[in-house]
């Protein structure tokens, strides 16, 4: 129906009137735009499921306090206020995504901005009055939905802990630096010490008990040998003199087989051997033959020859009796003059222990200030790490 161009305007009285006149087609329209509201979505949109969690935050009291606490259990509601939007957070819903498995829901992975999609299904009320946020996140399965809520819940304790960590920097900033100065002091007092041992072989503390009294005490022992030796060597010496003053060649040689030292040489022994054996040749020649008979000339020529070489080896065996002595003389000597270096020695060294003795001292006092503020760092650190406003799930 077209009304004229002329006619009034139709008013809501107009409109009532209208309405009581076809009240079924009314009705009708009406039941059709209600479902049309309510119905539609929950045929279009796909069935969500929600899971809920509780937090409940909670404040105690210090294990370790240096001062007085006026509002210890306190907990203001901006504090509670401020929990929940850090829990709503991007950057807290981005480290959930790192954690869970979100993105395998198709939703998420084909967003623009995953944690923004999070972020509106995810709701976190705070109960009046009370230190309790009600959390609850809707998704297409019930499984991913819990493990999603546990997901952000995770990283948003996660992060309290990281920040709690941080707290408190200023608070310990000084003793820190304290700690460093003292640390570098200790570290150049240490270098100095150990630069001074290795410049001056400091291996011992001990004045009495380090490797220059060891060697001394080497070298001692060697001497105590050497002079036995010496000893032995200067009788040996004595009675090869008192044979070199024989002026018979015989008796002269006699003596020298007298000797120990020559009479047990391997050669000296060999040589005896033949040359008995060639004399008893001689005398049985002898008496067989005239002086002139060639076989007696011969044994003779070999006897006389023996005999020469007989007296070369022990002229060879009284030089090395001779040579052996000046030897180990020598060798005593040069020990006695080690020993009086050593001793020289052995003084420079304990005059440079009591330099390192002043160094130790010097380390040890700057041990102990490091020490005492490493002390006090732990214990402030033991506080700046104390969560005193506690987060905890305390419904699922």
Request: proline share 4%; aromatic share 4%.
């Amino acid at each position: 129906m077209t009304l004229p161009a002329d006619a009034p305007p139709l008013r809501p009285a107009d409109l009532l009137a209208m309405l009581r006149r076809h009240r079924v087609l009314a009705v009708c329209v009406a039941l059709l735009v209600g479902f049309t509201v309510l119905a539609a979505p929950s045929l279009l949109l796909p069935l969500r499921f929600r899971a809920e969690a509780t937090l409940t935050m909670g404040r105690g009291l210090k294990p370790i306090s240096f001062q007085n606490d006026p509002v210890a259990g306190l907990v203001p509601e901006q504090m509670v206020n401020t929990q929940r939007e850090m829990l709503t957070a991007k950057p807290t819903l981005r480290s959930a995504f790192a954690m869970s498995g979100l993105l395998d829901n198709p939703a998420y992975r084909g967003a623009a901005d995953p944690s923004a999609l999070l972020q509106q299904r995810l709701r976190a009320t705070v109960v009046k009055n009370t230190w309790v946020i009600q959390v609850s996140l809707d998704d297409e399965d019930p499984v991913r939905a819990e493990q999603g809520l546990q997901a952000v819940i995770d990283a948003y304790l996660a992060q309290q802990s990281t920040a709690q960590r941080s707290q408190g920097a200023e608070d310990i900033a000084f003793v820190r630096g304290q700690l460093a100065e003292a640390e570098a002091a200790l570290q150049t007092c240490r270098e100095q010490e150990r630069t001074f041992r290795h410049d001056n072989a400091i291996a011992s503390t001990d004045p009495d008990r380090n490797h220059i009294t060891a060697r001394i005490q080497s070298l001692a022992e060697r001497q105590a040998l050497l002079d036995e030796r010496v000893t032995a060597s200067a009788a040996l010496l004595a009675q090869v003199r008192t044979a070199d003053t024989i002026v018979d060649p015989t008796a002269r040689m006699n003596a020298y087989l007298r000797i120990d030292q020559v009479s047990t040489a391997t050669v000296v022994g060999a040589l005896q051997q033949d040359l008995l054996r060639i004399e008893g040749q001689e005398a049985e020649l002898s008496a067989k033959y005239l002086e002139k008979h060639p076989r007696l000339i011969e044994v003779r020529s070999l006897l006389a020859a023996k005999r020469t070489q007989l007296e070369s080896t022990i002229a060879a065996a009284r030089s090395a009796i001779e040579s052996d002595h000046q030897r180990i003389t020598a060798q005593r000597d040069a020990l006695t003059e080690a020993q009086v270096g050593l001793q020289r020695d052995l003084d420079a060294y304990r005059g440079r222990l009591i330099e390192l003795q002043q160094l130790i001292q010097t380390t040890a006092a700057q041990q102990k200030v490091h020490n005492e503020l490493q002390a006090r760092l732990t214990q402030l650190d033991a506080l700046a790490g104390y969560d005193e406003r506690r987060m905890s799930v305390s419904a699922p």
